[in-house]
């Protein structure tokens, strides 16, 4: 007889106590790198020391010929927008469902996110994209979102026809790829996090990548002011009598993020194989689990992971809601089991709803959006249960554990109802 659920007195499914992910991984290496950066530079103006290190290695990661790190991934998409000469009254299409920032940094431009609607997957559906184009649309911004690549070769397609500029939120995604091109290298230029849990983690911090010299030069001169902009700016270039100011910010990444994240970076396509192989076995356990669904991986995509989604289908487990089943698996011990949290559809935010009263005079009365909406976003963020993806392989125990957490209560969900 199987035991009965944890959240009804039963013994709990995962024997060990939470957290039971932690990132990014820390060790001995890890510890003594950032120590020694505190002997070396706790501030470099330049690009020199840790700071061109990191972006030495990024452009070598990623085969491009300039990465220029920021102070966060928000910092960075600002710099991007920036860089490709975003203006007031441009409207640039997004993911209706990404993390805000991804956006966000264009009410600063008094440009206008105009939302699309994803596929089930969260991301943008590029069958969606087109009815949504003017003559003010500039630019097509798309979000790997939770790491599995957008279809790219869609969207470019659509770019490259509207003469619009595709640009990617790498955040999610750092070393996925479609057809063995990295994601970041799609459009003109990408922006990325080194955000505590992202895939690659300085704990705070940020990059654009491009291979364009006049994106670079503007991602410089919006983000660093001064020391950089006069040494990697062009004598003659029109931007390099802004040196001293630039665009009047500052967003340089802090020198001992810098040291994390180039020790992670090493580490990175370890992790992703890792994560590759533990996403593989769940995928295969949980497609059998009544009352989720997998989200299909497409040929010649490879995600990076930064999150294992699953659909749930109350439909098939006599209508029981997501939020009792949520906490039935937590009482289990799968603490780890997660639903999106502040990655949700943007249509429902104050921000996009009503800008005025923070950008007055925010040219976004076109664009209105109701409840509803976004039909399909709405329903995937509302139906998304979620699982970080473990790398080592001591850590197959566990994910077994996670696994039979979900077969108990999807099997005992009549006692739940
Ligand atoms: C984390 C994240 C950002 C913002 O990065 P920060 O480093 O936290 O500023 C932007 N877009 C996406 C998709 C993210 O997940």
Not at 362 to 376: D, I, W
């Amino acid at each position: 007889m199987t035991s009965t659920l944890a959240l009804l007195g039963g013994v709990p499914a995962v024997t060990a106590s939470g957290p039971h992910f932690e990132w990014p991984p820390i060790d001995g290496t890890t510890r003594s790198k950032v120590a020694a950066q505190l002997d070396a530079a706790v501030s470099i103006p330049g690009r020199a020391g840790i700071v061109a290190e990191l972006e030495d290695g990024l452009q070598t990661y990623f085969g491009v010929r300039h990465a220029v790190t920021t102070s966060s991934g928000t910092a960075a998409l600002h710099a991007l927008y920036s860089a490709v000469r975003i203006k007031p009254g441009d409207e640039v299409i997004v993911p209706a469902w990404t993390f805000h920032a991804t956006a966000s940094p264009l009410f600063h431009f008094r440009a206008v996110p105009v939302l699309c609607e994803t596929g089930p997957d969260g991301n943008i559906d590029p069958n969606r994209v087109e009815e949504l184009i003017t003559p003010r649309t500039r630019a097509l911004m798309v979000t790997h979102l939770w790491g599995r690549p957008a279809d790219v070769a869609a969207l470019a397609e659509i770019a490259q026809v509207h003469g619009l500029e595709l640009l990617e939120d790498g955040s999610h995604a750092h070393g996925a790829s479609v057809q063995g091109q990295k994601v970041g290298t799609f459009g003109i230029a990408s922006a990325f996090s080194l955000n505590g849990p992202k895939p690659l983690s300085g704990g705070e911090g940020g990059f654009v990548l491009t291979d364009d010299d006049d994106t670079y030069y503007r991602v410089l001169t919006f983000a660093h002011c001064n020391k950089r902009c006069r040494s990697e700016i062009p004598q003659g270039h029109p931007l390099a009598r802004y040196a001293v100011t630039g665009s009047g910010l500052k967003l340089r990444i802090h020198p001992l993020a810098a040291a994390l994240a180039v020790d992670q970076l090493g580490r990175l396509d370890g992790y992703l194989a890792g994560r590759a192989e533990i996403a593989r076995r769940l995928t295969e356990r949980f497609s059998r689990v009544p009352g989720l669904e997998v989200v299909p991986v497409n040929d010649g995509v490879v995600p990076s992971w930064y999150g294992l989604t699953l659909t749930y289908r109350p439909d098939e487990l006599g209508g029981l809601p997501i939020e009792r089943f949520q906490q039935a698996l937590l009482a289990e011990g799968a603490v780890e089991f997660d639903r999106p949290g502040s990655t949700r559809p943007l249509h429902e935010l104050p921000l996009y709803q009503n800008p005025d009263l923070l950008f007055p005079g925010h040219p976004h009365h076109h664009r209105q959006y109701s409840p509803g909406a976004f039909p399909v976003a709405e329903h995937a963020y509302r139906h998304t249960i979620k699982l970080p993806v473990w790398h080592r392989e001591q850590d197959l125990a566990l994910a077994e554990q996670y696994v039979r957490a979900a077969v108990k209560v999807s099997d005992h969900h009549e006692e739940l109802l």
